[in-house]
């Protein structure tokens, strides 16, 4: 039994810059491995997850705010790809700019979504999720 979450494209996409990010902060050194790595991993984290749990079959105004909690922790990690880039902890350039293009596809993805949702009478909420609850 999936969660139907895991069938939103926007939540797909961000499970791909997530594996980005991470592959981008095992190439730090340790010397920000309490800092950058753990921060851009941590923001990126929360994308997917405030992704998924904004998809609970709230109103659509919860999950509206839930995705712009996903698009303050995108932002946060592009920032931090920034200070990366500007310490020149890492020179692969080509790498650097398929993270940005990313990131970019990401953030205007969660954006459509919002504007889905804000519209009157238009719905992208998912439906309430079946969860068989006769095995626990």
């Not at 350039?93 to 238009?122: G, S, T």
Request: aromatic fraction near 8%.
């Amino acid at each position: 039994m999936s969660f139907k979450f895991e069938q939103l494209d926007v939540w797909q996409l961000s499970l791909e810059y997530s594996d980005l990010i991470y592959e981008l902060a095992d190439k730090l050194p340790d010397s920000e491995r309490f800092n950058l790595k753990s921060q851009i991993t941590r923001a990126a984290t929360s994308v997917s997850l405030n992704i998924a749990e904004g998809s609970t079959g709230q109103s659509d105004p919860e999950q509206s705010r839930f995705l712009g909690m996903a698009i303050r922790s995108l932002i946060e990690t592009v920032a931090c790809q920034r200070l990366i880039a500007r310490r020149k902890y890492l020179n692969e350039k080509i790498f650097l700019d398929k993270l940005d293009l990313k990131a970019q596809e990401l953030a205007k993805r969660l954006h459509v979504f919002r504007r889905i949702l804000a519209k009157p009478n238009k719905t992208a909420a998912e439906e309430q999720a079946p969860y068989d609850t006769d095995e626990i």
